[in-house]
Every structure is written in C-alpha cells, then in structure tokens.
C-alpha cells in the first residue's frame, strides 16, 4: 500500500503504479478498490484515468514513515547495546 500511496503523490497512471509496487495487474486492481473504498486513493477528476491520493492517504503515509522511523531507530539503539555489552564482557576465552 505504502509504494502505491507514494506513487500517487502526483496523479499517475495504472502502469506507473504497477512498477512502483512490483504489482500484477490482478494485485493492484484490488489494491486499488480497497484504497479508493478507504478514500486514501482517488481518481484524477480532470484525467479520469490517473489516481492521486488524498489527504486521508497522505495521513497513512506520515503515521507509516514515523512507524518505520521509530521500530528503525529502537533497532539501531538495541543493536548498539547489544554491542557495548559484548565489548565490555570480554571473554578470556576467544572462542566463546
């Protein structure tokens, strides 16, 4: 959903959105019915072809990019204690 919402900042075709999600046809047209139901995606009034997105999948895109910011961050921090920890218990041992 993220690649596709993206993808459709500027009003964009359905090929376009295809190579931006690595999508099949089949896979995006339900993708597409599903955010369009949700109102996070619209169809271009002027073009009727093309989708852009609203403000409510605008809204999804900032919580996912915090989400991933966050989980991102916490990893990185919990990695990097991890890493203290083991150079501050040396072993006697180099093997262990």
Do not use: W
Not at 28 to 53: A, H, N, S, W
């Amino acid at each position: 959903m993220y690649e596709i919402l993206s993808a459709a900042i500027e009003p964009v075709t359905r090929t376009r959105l295809i190579y931006a999600s690595f999508l099949s046809n089949n896979e995006l047209r339900q993708y597409i019915t599903m955010l369009l139901e949700y109102r996070m995606l619209e169809v271009d009034p002027i073009t009727k072809t093309r989708f852009k997105v609203t403000e409510e999948g605008r809204k999804f895109l900032r919580l996912y990019e915090n989400i991933i910011r966050i989980t991102t961050s916490t990893l990185s921090n919990n990695l990097s204690n991890v890493a203290v920890q083991r150079s501050n218990n040396k072993s006697p041992h180099p093997s262990l």
